[in-house]
């Protein structure tokens, strides 16, 4: 297993089958039973450490953790913006002062993830919240354990991925874990929003959102912000809703077994219409309580077992 | 430190060459060949090594007045003296900005001072680098450090108005415009080279049409109105392209590139540490191959260093927050060697042509008594430096004589290595250590 | 298995281990006077296939259907932190869960009682049950718990250099209990 789990191009199939399997089995230890806690982290402590406002990652995190008996603090170090940036540095020095064990960490830089991991400042392990436009690799395993509840392996399943893919760091790690996972992706957005040399990405592009629907087996929408098109990347609201929004006509040119996701927050009536978004066949709410199964998951395989120092030491016996 | 030391180098090659010896006295060189005359002169045995004329860094950053805990006049000369420089262009953007006739001297008069390396500093373009309206260009000519080459860097002159009316006013001085070549808008916020790599790591894109469309436009203005044009690190192939065609064409531009765009491609971003971030950003391998032959067929007509101290912890934070910028004085040499001679592009000659002569030229500080750039000959000026192209090291930013630690190659094992430093024939270094 | 077991010596042949089975399941019922609210529960890996046989043979017995399930005690461990984290097993208690119910916990080897100490504390979560027992196919001795077992396959006295290997057929391919040294293989069902 990974040490730090920073982005999920670092995930063999293997790991990621790992974490979804436990996070199944999180799932079904978890729901319905008297107890929900289990003693596995307990005296572990586990830091939540947004940089970046993010009520729902934050708390998902907050709650797998407890149910896994860590202790958690929440350090807000929101206003230690980019402009004051070696805060990330000093920030990391406290926490590795209060023996934090693992910490979750939500930045706007991109990176910030990685480095924390890797400078050397902090012994921890590091799980990757979301990092500035990089990626949020939690999100794309809730995503992916969704998927497969619902569809089963993802091993060419055709799950096509719809708007701002230039800014979002949910398409990012959708991407590689998708296409580790052997699903078939397709990226769907106005060029403005692919990034440049996203022909060399693992990936099927198309620009027609019409034209990707009847073979799809899943559709995930991206949040699109409408400041966006102060930039030119797109010309109006309006415009993007009608080219690549997800509205009952285009809904039902969708297989009916295939599901609709969005990583939320939605915008209602961009890129996602709400009769769309509260149908049956979208999952955006199971989502939200998978997310807390796959962090329990990656949270017990990188904090439950032996630190570093005693593997080493069971390996040199043997 | 005497002015009037008397030295014998023996047995150096010059310019690459045969050896001969070479005789330094009284701040010039009186004498290149063999059976000179050495009294009263300490001999040096530079046998294996090469001779080349003192090099002129068109391109430093000195941070003094301003941010002396990056860097000072003091420190960065010491630099320069040890990467084998006798003199050196101190970029405007300081604090307060290199804009007047006050600042410009105050930069050069500690250069005096200081006594490693003639600083000879670089002239904002527009007043406080905002862009506006044009700063007393004239007055900072006419000034005590005589500046000839005025630049934004740092800051691109994008208005296209106010480029061509600099490009003009400085004609009566004989003066340059280097411009930093990044059109604002396309380059917003943005962090690395936008390529796949920027996409996948989710860094903001620099585009190289960003840097490319500037140059072309640049060019097209200065032959418009008949006016020497210097582009400051040209970083791509594009631009490479661009700036060959004009010269086919015959018109007055020059070009330079740094010894990082040499080097370094944008792979090391992937790593997220910010000693790696700079600006123009570090480019792919086929940019690097392009640069490299550019420079080798003459379009690109000079190495500058681009020397950018910053103190630890505008490098030691997250990748968007960190510094534009890296440490170039004390490794030009050696990169330049590993890239360019080593790989058989360049001769030691053209190294001399493109690292000393071409740069002291388009300064315009190759003539006069302070004269740089000028050739191993008797006569001229005792601006030498030593190297000792099979000595390898492995660099260690903390031994540095710059007061920053943002060292690129750090860990790198590079060849070459400056041995010994003589500015109008006093050494500022001396077995590799400064004097 | 892909472990060379031609050093070990068999303990219990596929018959002994059949009829240890039918004997234990017989005592299961008498002890509980009947199979009225009987819930088995495996404790993975090899505790499982041996909770089901189990069960069917009570069932037989009865002809009643007898809930079965598994717990896995991983994440109860007390030491998860001398290892690397480990898969979790599948846990699975039957719909009727275990309020109320005789619980009778199954596993294949009974050595420190760590594991047993482990799955009561797991149970605990699950929920109240009225009584807990416990069955295993092998009790090797060396207890460093005060926990018993109150129905065992066969007594094995053992040195803690041996290694107690246990063969199931749904898992192994076949039915055998092997005794063997510890230093011919990896340290497996080590306290």
Known sequence: ?318 | MSEHQTTLITGARILGGEPADLLLRDGVIAGVGQGLDDTGATILDAAGLVVLPGLVDLHTHLREPGREDAETVLTGTQAAAMGGFTAVHAMANTEPVADTAGVVEQVWRLGREAGYADVRPVGAVTVGLAGQRLAELGAMADSAAGVRVFSDDGHCVSDAVLMRRALEYVKAFDGVVAQHAQEPRLTEGAQMNESVLSGQLGLRGWPCVAEEAIIARDILLAAHVGSRLHICHLSTQGSVEIVRLAKQRGLPVTAEVTPHHLLLTEDLVASYDARYKVNPPLRSADDVAAVRAGLADGTIDIVATDHAPHPVEDKECEWDAAAFGMLGLETAISVVQHTMVDTGLLNWAGVAERMSSAPARIGRCDTGDDAQGRPLAVGEPANVVLVDPSASRTVDSTASASLSRNNPYEGMKLPGGVVATFLRGRPTVSDGALV | MSRDLSDFRTVLSEDEISRALSRMAHEVVERNKGAADLVILGIPSRGVPLAQRLATRIASVENVPIPVGALDVTMYRDDLRLRPARALERTDIPAGGVDGRTVVLVDDVLYSGRTIRAALTALDDIGRPHAVRLAVLVDRGHRELPIRADHVGKNLPTSMRENVKVLLEEVDGRDSVLLGDVSATRAEGTP
């Open chain 1, 1 to 318: 297993m990974i040490r730090h789990l920073l982005s999920t191009a670092d995930l063999s199939r293997a790991d990621a089958l790992l974490i979804l399997d436990t996070a199944e089995e999180m799932a079904r230890l978890t729901a319905g039973r008297s107890v929900k806690k289990l003693p596995t982290l307990r005296g572990r402590t586990v830091v939540n450490l947004f940089f970046e406002d993010s009520t729902r990652t934050r708390t998902s995190f907050e709650v797998a953790a407890k149910r896994l008996s860590a202790d958690v603090v929440n350090f807000s170090a929101k206003g230690s913006s980019v402009s004051k940036g070696e805060s990330l540095k000093d920030t990391a020095l406290t926490l590795a002062a209060m023996g934090a064990d693992g910490v979750v960490v939500r930045h706007a830089a991109s990176g910030a993830a990685y480095r924390l991991a890797t400078s050397g400042w902090i012994d921890a392990r590091v799980l990757n919240a979301g990092d500035g436009t990089h990626e949020h690799p939690t999100q794309a395993l809730l995503d992916a354990f969704t998927i497969r509840r619902h569809l089963g392996p993802l091993d060419g399943r055709r799950i096509v991925i719809v708007g701002d893919v230039i800014h979002s760091r949910v398409a990012r790690s959708n991407v590689a874990l998708l296409s580790t996972l052997g699903a078939d992706v397709v990226l769907v957005a106005p060029p403005t929003l692919l990034p440049l040399g996203v022909e060399q990405w693992p990936v099927e592009v198309a620009y027609d959102l019409d034209g990707v629907l009847a073979d799809a087996d899943a559709v995930m929408m991206l949040r699109v912000q409408r400041e966006r098109m102060n930039a030119a990347f797109f010309p109006s609201a309006r415009e993007y809703s009608r080219r690549y929004g997800l509205d009952v006509r285009r809904f039902a040119r969708l297989p009916e077994s295939a599901i609709v996701l969005h990583p939320g927050p939605m915008n209602r009536g961009m890129e996602i219409t709400a009769d769309v978004a509260d149908s049956p066949r979208s999952v955006i709410v199971e989502q939200v309580s998978n997310g807390v199964y796959v962090r329990m998951a990656a949270l017990y395989l990188m904090l439950a077992g032996a630190d570093d120092d005693v593997m080493s030491a069971q390996e040199g016996a043997a």
